[in-house]
């Protein structure tokens, strides 16, 4: 199989963190990274660059701005994947390489902004694996 860049996953919610992770896998991409924390996302970037990224708006440590920046700022496409929007449509992590899916979400559509977010290589999508993990998904 072909080694290529991962996905980056910042999720502080461990079973949200599983959950996405295979619905990650779902949408066909077989390396991914997930962190919990801006500080652990940052130093990671040092060394790193994902070929996409799915952030929630706030971790454990801080607000998630300096690391939408660095994506940005690197033309990476990401999924902002959370509860908090202030309804407007003009959220900072609003660009043009980004989608927003809310939580709870519909397994369906985040596995359709993956596909249409991310890039061409990435491994063939497996048979609906994630099926058990769907309430969870729902149900928080």
């Not at 801006?38 to 706030?58: F, G, S």
């Not at 977010?117 to 694996?129: E, F, I, L, N, V």
């Amino acid at each position: 199989m072909e080694n290529h860049e991962p996905v980056l996953l910042l999720e502080d919610q461990a079973l949200i963190a599983i959950y996405m992770e295979e619905l990650l896998h779902e949408a066909g991409f077989d390396n991914i990274s997930t962190l919990s924390s801006c500080a652990a996302a940052a130093e990671w970037l040092q060394k790193n660059t994902p070929e996409l990224a799915v952030i929630e708006t706030r971790l454990r440590d801080e607000p998630c701005d300096a690391i939408a920046a660095v994506l940005n700022q690197r033309g990476v496409p990401y999924i902002v994947h959370s509860v908090e929007r202030d309804g407007s449509g003009n959220h900072p992590y609003m660009g043009t390489k980004c989608k927003w899916i809310d939580k709870p979400c519909d397994p369906d559509e985040f596995v359709k902004a993956v596909k249409e977010c991310g890039p061409s290589r990435r491994k063939p999508a497996p048979a609906a694996s994630g099926i058990q993990y769907q309430e969870q998904c729902h149900h928080r």
